[in-house]
């Protein structure tokens, strides 16, 4: 029983690390996906200042034709950028929600091997109070023999 139970134990180990290692990377992959919003957000907001500008200039009637231009080629090499984004951030957001759903998996596979290592343990006990009974009683009988 001694056997199965560090056997177990060994088990367990390895459940924990694997569980460990996924957590670590479900922190990773936030903590990137968390970069790429942030960079998001600061072509949004060069995108809507752009913008302003350009209508600023063009109600104004002081905006060039030149300017025309560089204006129309920067917003849509803006919105082009910020599609990029937007399409890694959503493959970034599947790849966390299948890593997480594989540390859900390894919590369970741990709290299983947990529970089945409670259950040895408890049958270790029981197995041992029984040996213990067994001597007693058998000692016991043996007194009994010599004091008759």
């Known amino acids: 029983m001694s056997k199965q139970l560090g056997t177990i134990n060994k088990v367990l180990l390895l459940k924990e690390q694997l569980e460990e290692e996924i957590e670590l990377e479900v922190r990773r992959m936030r903590d990137h996906i968390s970069m790429l919003q ?30 025309l231009g560089i204006y129309q080629s920067y917003l849509f090499h803006l919105q082009i950028e910020m599609e990029k984004r937007k399409a890694e951030i959503a493959r970034a957001l599947i790849a966390l929600d299948a890593r997480h759903e594989a540390l859900v998996e390894a919590h369970k596979e741990t709290k299983l091997v947990e529970a089945l290592k409670e259950r040895r343990e408890k049958e270790n006990a029981k197995e041992e109070m029984r040996q213990e009974r067994k001597e007693m009683d058998s000692i016991s009988s043996m007194l009994r023999e010599v004091n008759k």
């Open 38 to 67: 942030t960079r998001l957000s600061v072509l949004e907001n060069a995108y809507e200042e752009t913008q302003d500008k350009f209508l600023d200039k063009q109600m104004a009637g002081t905006l060039a034709l030149q300017e």
